[in-house]
T-cell receptor, first 115, second 114 residues
Framework: SAVISQKPSRDICQRGTSLTIQCQVD?????MFWYRQQPGQSLTLIATANQGSEATYESGFVIDKFPISRPNLTFSTLTVSNMSPEDSSIYLCSVSTTASLYEQYFGPGTRLTVT | AQSVTQLGSHVSVSEGALVLLRCNYSSSVPPYLFWYVQYPNQGLQLLLK??????LVKGINDFEAEFKKSETSFHLTKPSAHMSDAAEYFCAVSDRRGAQKLVFGQGTRLTINP
């Protein structure tokens, strides 16, 4: 399985600011995904990060609020823009590989608190 | 659309007792099914998966799950609970048609009593 790291691991931000979260994988992967886990809740897919093209967003999530980049096969960023307290969540990156297309491996998550 | 329902947001068992976490799914196509575990302040770890081979799937840490199409269920079991099993458990379903999107259940928090 792939080893995934995320930066930062946690942050406290003021409303109205933006935070960029990085996801780095130790090997080339096929797919990269970003999920949100709101306090005490399950995970919701935000978008699929596509290498070299625009991300594919799920219903309820828009590019202006959650811009995503994936410049290569091992790295992706998620920006949470113009933050409000409702954006306080854990943001998780996940990946799937050619060897195991339908398995997803998750990073440790970024715990974001917006004040 | 796919969905997952986990019955019981909180399950408590005694150490050494049987663990049973329930998951029912809804899918218009044959699904792939997964159980993940999340320990406090950590990401998700894959416990086991069903991808149309054997209906009884064995995973890590002595966990197993059985796919029952007639009941649209994929319940997770472990014969003997250990204190280290205390965590949040998520059942998830994936669309085989290639989207690879995971739809998660609401999660079940497992507490182990000494």
């Amino acid at each position: 399985s792939a080893v995934i790291s995320q930066k930062p691991s946690r942050d406290i931000c003021q409303r109205g600011t933006s935070l960029t979260i990085q996801c780095q994988v130790d090997s080339q992967v096929t797919m990269m995904f970003w999920y949100r886990q709101q306090p005490g809740q399950s995970l919701t897919l935000i978008a699929t990060a596509n290498q070299g093209s625009e991300a594919t967003y799920e219903s309820g999530f828009v590019i202006d609020k959650f811009p995503i980049s994936r410049p290569n096969l091992t790295f992706s960023t998620l920006t949470v823009s113009n933050m409000s307290p409702e954006d306080s969540s854990i943001y998780l990156c996940s990946v799937s590989t050619t060897a195991s297309l339908y398995e997803q491996y998750f990073g440790p998550g970024t715990r974001l608190t917006v004040t | 659309a796919q969905s997952v329902t986990q019955l019981g947001s909180h399950v408590s068992v005694s150490e050494g007792a049987l663990v049973l976490l329930r998951c029912n799914y809804s899918s218009s196509v044959p699904p792939y099914l997964f159980w993940y575990v999340q320990y406090p302040n950590q990401g998700l770890q894959l416990l086991l998966k069903y991808t149309s081979a054997a209906t009884l799937v064995k995973g890590i840490n002595d966990f197993e799950a059985e796919f029952k199409k007639s009941e649209t269920s994929f319940h997770l079991t472990k014969p003997s609970a250990h204190m280290s099993d205390a965590a949040e458990y998520f059942c998830a379903v994936s669309d085989r048609r290639g989207a690879q999107k995971l739809v998660f259940g609401q999660g079940t928090r497992l507490t182990i009593n000494p």
